[in-house]
């Protein structure tokens, strides 16, 4: 490889009103590396790349880009400089062709000044042939697959002459193909000498792509070393600063007697005749792949979605659910899988996110008692240990772990016996993690029963007592924590081991 | 093959069903009244597209940049009374002003475009969401016509300027061949918009600024700018309707074009052109504006009462929104 170091970030600190977010941090980059920037939310990998950017200017420190000191950098100069962020959410214009979200803002044009658009889609079929992107530039991106959006940002920066790509957490909304395909771009971009900054929470794909690492932790640099002498334990421990021996503790909850039971529910769509139950003081695993019917299966319990056929109990009585608010009756939660935009309401506070699903019981003389909701959410804030300056705080402003918990608050303070979590911890950073698992089990020693639906095969098989693994709308494996094992796991959820009438029997 | 089928029907977007209903409903007018087809009808409706599809090429613009103009009839109100009032041959008039034809054109269009150039500044340096700030002009600007028309013809407040003048009889009543001058008007002002529009970079950063405004500015386009020129070029191209409108009258009345914006915004809507903007095109607004326009002759002409022609127009409106919607949920779908 290449020894050039084509940016070399030095003693660079960063100060906000109040807070340090960086201090003295260092980063270098090779030409054709890919280097991962690791850190947990609020460790200043985002302030840094903003300062690399343009978009911050840094207090003190120092950059230099091929050896040359660069004193001023703005956005313009950093685009310049041939550096280029493909942030998470996708900046594409769904309704623009491929050819003209490459060229935003610089489509070639002829001498009379008009927009040359042969030009335009034949450049850009030249770009996309680099990146292996088969469609005609003409296309709508509203008509690409999410991974082929991503594909046409990387090849907008490529555009734009970038020799430094940024890409921030690139494989969060791909499936492991498309995640096979980015690595095999990513790998072609290296060999092309374009170097690539790499921030993911997934360490497992850092151990898989990147060449070298930087840890920072709380807006410090704590070290750089090559991925190949490192573990996936080795990142954690320098990104958390502890040894996280046990990334799953276990909650030794007694367990008690059966609160949920669902017979033969079968939805129009998706689910057929779906059987099981969970307990008392229990956390019981969904897994399956994804398209299993997991959420489906969550919402129709909940109400969200109409059953039609199946019966549900609640502590041996039948119930009706015909809603979610009929769900909420029965002290049921639902945490779901897209927490910004179902879990949250993203412009309210904590207190009003905290006390929205049981508004009711805040109801004095007719009217909403202020003083009493405060006080409530102020206790469920310091239970749950949400780290916000206030009660007043916008959700929107807290980081994805702290937002969790306020999901988890909302629950509580409604009182609720059995929480349905799905992907507890999607987007949510190591240390939160542990967090987020160490709350579910004071809950269910406090008594209630939680189904887990996950794809994350460590984190099920860590915290859940039982899982069921689904697969096409069907429950078609159960596992007792003594016989998880991640084969087994995946066999059932590709539906290899369809189960016999008899387990079924067992189950019920 | 169910799924084939709908993508297939889908190809058939919002312009070709548009074009599709258009041909049908000339065919019903001219079958139901053959009169509907003669040279006259015919004319009239090239008119009122010259009237109406000025005014919506401005519209669709703003649109575009995700806004909206509510102020667009008061501005061909405001363009056309101080067109006329310039000439200063109105009877009754009370102005020492005199210009020729080409003066009083410009100056009315510079007042329409300065009217556009405050929409823009309240919208982007104030930050008042058009539909506010546009809402609030259309009542100025109103203001302003009962003012310029009072200072001209000082009688009974509020009365309409009548005058006598070839430049504007040309404009609104004066053909070329066969064809009315206004629509020749019409013809080469769109066919600038869509070379703006489509071959531009500023043409193009108005799709870009109505659809991910921080996508813009992340690609250096200077978003405050396009707005502003936007809704600046819209009142001009709609001032240039209101002048179209004296012309035709050879009056300019306090009340003209009230609720005009309306009927813009249903062209634009009925073209395809998102509402939510960044998606759509002038060729849209060309066939929506032909759309109302023999709407509307067809049925004055098969005696349908006027407020049943509201009625059809409220419900075509909601079917064009309707259509939009539908498209979304494709995008979303994939």
């Not at chain 1, 640099?221 to 040894?243: C, H, K, P």
């Not at chain 1, 429950?475 to 008899?502: C, N, V, W, Y």
């Not at chain 2, 008119?47 to 669709?60: D, E, K, R």
């Amino acid at each position: 490889m290449n020894e050039n170091i084509i940016l070399r970030m030095n003693n660079i600190s960063k100060s906000f009103p109040g807070v340090k977010a960086l201090q003295k941090v260092n980063f270098e980059v090779k030409q054709g590396e890919v280097h991962a920037l690791l850190g947990e939310n609020g460790a200043g990998k985002s302030t840094l790349l903003k300062i690399l950017a343009g978009a911050y200017t840094k207090d003190e420190g120092e950059i230099y880009i091929n050896g040359k000191i660069i004193e001023n950098m703005d956005p313009k100069t950093a685009e310049e400089l041939g550096i280029s962020i493909i942030y998470q959410e996708f900046s594409c214009l769904p309704y623009l062709s491929v050819a003209e979200n490459i060229f935003l803002g610089r489509q070639p044009r002829k001498s009379n000044g008009l927009i040359d658009w042969k030009k335009c889609y034949e450049d850009s079929k030249k770009l996309l042939d680099r990146v292996g992107l088969k469609v005609d530039p003409k296309t709508l991106v509203a008509d690409l697959k999410v991974a082929e959006q991503q594909m046409v940002e990387i090849t907008k920066a490529l555009s734009k002459n970038a020799h430094i790509i940024v890409m921030d957490e690139p494989t969060a909304p791909l499936t492991q193909r498309e995640i096979d395909n980015l690595f095999l771009v990513i790998k072609d971009l290296k060999k092309q000498g374009v170097s690539i900054i790499y921030v993911s929470h997934r360490l497992v794909e850092i151990k898989e792509i990147c060449n070298r690492i930087t840890v920072l932790r709380d807006g410090c640099y704590i070290g750089e070393t090559e991925v190949a002498s490192v573990t996936v334990q080795d990142m954690i421990r320098m990104m958390v600063g502890r040894n996280l021996t046990d990334m799953f503790p276990r909650s030794n909850a007694e367990i008690g007697g059966k609160m949920l039971e669902v017979d033969h529910l079968s939805t129009a769509d998706k689910l057929k005749d779906i059987s099981f139950h969970v307990r008392r003081g229990e956390i019981l695993g969904i897994a399956g792949l994804v398209g299993a019917g997991r959420t489906e299966l969550a919402r129709a319990v909940f109400g969200a979605d109409p059953i039609s056929e199946g019966t549900i109990r609640m502590n041996g009585e039948v119930i009706k659910i015909n809603s979610p608010s009929d769900a909420i009756s029965y002290r049921m939660g639902l945490v779901p899988e897209d927490r910004k935009r179902q879990g949250l309401i993203l412009r309210m506070n904590v207190k009003d996110n905290t006390t929205l699903a049981s508004l009711k019981s805040f109801i004095r003389l007719g009217k909403l008692n202020l003083f009493e909701e405060e006080k409530i959410s102020l206790t469920y804030m310091n239970k749950l240990k949400v780290v916000t300056p206030g009660i007043f705080e916008k959700v929107n402003n807290l980081s994805g772990g702290n937002q969790q918990k306020v999901v988890l608050s909302k629950w509580l303070c409604a009182n609720c016996s059995l929480l349905i979590i799905d992907e507890p911890t999607r987007g949510i950073d190591v240390g939160a993690k542990v967090e987020i698992y160490e709350l579910m089990n004071e809950l269910v020693r406090g008594g209630l029963g939680i189904i887990m639906i996950s794809s994350e095969m460590p984190e099920l098989m860590g915290v859940c007592d039982r899982i069921l693994v689904m697969h096409e709308g069907t429950i078609t494996g159960e596992l007792m924590r003594d016989k998880f094992s991640e084969e087994t796991i995946m066999a059932f959820a590709a539906g290899q081991h369809p189960e016999t009438e008899e387990d079924k029997n067992v189950r019920r | 093959m169910k799924i084939n089928l709908r993508k297939s029907l889908i190809c058939i977007n919002q312009q070709k069903l548009i074009a599709i209903f258009l041909v049908f409903m000339f065919l019903g007018f001219t079958l139901a009244k053959p009169e509907f087809a003669s040279s006259y009808s015919i004319n009239n409706i090239l008119c009122t597209m010259a009237l109406y599809g000025i005014a919506s090429l401005g519209m669709t613009l703003v649109i575009l940049t995700g806004g909206t103009d509510l102020s667009a009839g008061s501005v061909m109100a405001l363009s056309g009374v101080i067109g006329a009032g310039l000439l200063g041959k109105a009877f009754s008039a009370a102005n020492p002003v005199s210009l020729p034809f080409a003066a009083t054109v410009l100056i009315a269009l510079i007042f329409s475009g300065l009217i556009g150039y405050l929409n823009g500044i309240v919208i982007t340096k104030l930050k008042i969401a058009p539909f506010v700030a546009t809402l609030a002009m259309m009542s100025i600007a109103r203001g302003l016509v009962y003012v310029v028309a009072d200072s001209v013809v000082q009688g009974v407040s509020g009365s309409p300027i009548t005058f006598m003048n070839d430049g504007y009889s040309l404009l609104g009543q004066g053909k070329i061949g066969a064809v009315p001058v206004q629509f020749i008007v019409y013809v080469i002002l769109f066919l600038i918009v869509f070379v703006f529009l489509k071959y531009t970079r500023t043409g193009r950063s108005i799709y870009t600024v109505g659809g991910n405004i921080d996508t813009a500015k992340l690609a250096g386009i200077k978003t405050n700018k396009i707005i502003v020129l936007t809704y600046t070029v819209s009142s001009i191209l709609v001032g240039i309707s209101g002048l179209i409108l004296v012309g035709r009258l050879s009056s300019a009345s306090t009340v003209a074009a009230k609720g005009y914006e309306l009927d813009f915004i249903t062209a634009v809507a009925l073209g395809g052109t998102s509402v939510a903007g960044g998606r759509g095109s002038v060729i849209g607004t060309l066939l929506g504006t032909a759309f109302l326009a023999v709407l509307n002759n067809g049925l004055d002409i098969v005696n349908v009462k006027s407020f049943y022609q509201y009625l059809i127009k409220g419900l075509i409106l909601v079917f064009a929104v309707c259509a939009d919607l539908f498209m979304n949920k494709r995008v979303k779908k994939s």
